[in-house]
């Protein structure tokens, strides 16, 4: 099995981990629309006081994945400990790609740093990144953000990250304290993949094939991690490849949000207990798709307060 979760010569499309969101329906559903090549589980929180470091629901979601798209495992918790353990537990439940979250700007679970949080302490993380390593026999890799405070922090982290012996980096440039605020600096990725021979995956606002085209030629990264943009436009690896037109009228991108919404739908269903929980979690997919064009119809699927109403707002969305 390779180190890293792509094989081809052009740039890697990565489905990113998103907290709520990128379960196992979710995953489905867009590997089979849209074929990312390779898509992230959610976070899975290491428990830092359990001797089941990870949580048997997220044991299920590792071991239930199955086909050709390759599953990497995000952990994100505190802790060598409990950290390296968690990876070995990954790596039995037949993980072969497990990344750590340095990225998450809420990075405090309880007692200890986690995501972001981490980046404060160069000297401890340079430890936990060597004990992970040492850890597992399967690819390692790390989703981060360029520092905590300070974005120029990436080029005193990079020799940790390469000494560590990390297979590839996903780098979001902003700071922790920045959160989501501002724009992604791909001008500091452009910097980075030019001072490291890590393969370094670009992530952050990428919602548009005519953006992610940009960001490539810009950086030279190796490929680019997809978040919201892919919730916004499910097709969105595909107009990256070149298989689809990179953009279409507003007409059409209605129907296809409705389709791609229709076809979750039922996996949530089955995912899911009860009509109450399904429309709960297929809310919290439709907040992320900032598209304007889309907001009317959007607010009134997230105001029904029951599934025959969002049913018939989504087949209403559905017309052309």
């Known amino acids: 099995m390779s180190a890293l979760p792509w094989s081809g010569s052009g740039p890697v499309l990565m489905l990113a981990p998103m907290q709520g969101l990128t379960n196992r329906a979710l995953r489905a559903c867009l590997i089979e629309r849209a074929a990312p090549d390779t898509v992230f589980t959610e976070f899975v929180r290491v428990q830092a006081r359990s001797r089941k470091r990870i949580p048997r629901a997220d044991l299920r979601d590792i071991t239930a994945h199955t086909g050709p798209v390759p599953l990497v495992v995000q952990l994100i918790g505190h802790g060598v400990d409990a950290l390296t353990e968690a990876a070995r537990v990954a790596e039995a439940a037949g993980a072969y790609f497990i990344n750590l979250n340095l990225g998450c ?8 740093a986690t995501g972001g949080e981490l980046l404060r302490d160069p000297a401890a993380l340079a430890v936990l990144l060597r004990a992970l390593r040492s850890a597992v026999t399967v690819s390692f890799s790390i989703k981060c953000r360029a520092g905590y405070a300070d974005p120029r922090k990436i080029f005193e982290l990079l020799p940790i990250y390469e000494d560590a012996g990390v297979d590839f980096l996903i780098l979001h440039p902003r700071t922790v304290e ?19 021979g890590l393969p370094v995956i670009a992530n952050g ?6 953006q992610g085209h940009h960001v490539l030629k810009q950086t030279a990264a190796a490929g680019l ?15 990256l490849r070149g298989e689809l037109p990179a953009t279409v009228d507003a007409l059409r991108r209605r129907r296809e ?11 949530y269903q089955e995912l899911f207990c009860g009509d109450r929980q399904v429309l709960m979690k297929i809310k919290d997919v439709l907040n992320f798709i900032p598209d304007e064009s889309l907001q009317s119809d959007l607010k009134r699927m997230k105001r ?3 599934m025959v109403t969002f049913q018939e707002e989504l087949q209403r969305m559905k017309q052309v």
Not at 225 to 239: E, W, Y
């Open 105 to 112: 700007p809420y990075g405090r679970m309880t007692t200890g």
């Open 178 to 196: 920045q959160q989501y605020a501002g724009e992604a600096d791909h001008a500091l990725t452009a910097a980075v993949v030019e001072r490291t």
């Open 205 to 210: 606002d990428i919602c548009t094939a005519e």
């Open 225 to 239: 991690m997809l978040g919201r943009g892919a919730l916004a436009d499910p097709l969105l690896f595909r107009r």
């Open 257 to 267: 949000v409705g389709e791609f919404l229709e076809d979750l739908l039922p996996r």
């Open 304 to 306: 029904a307060k029951d």
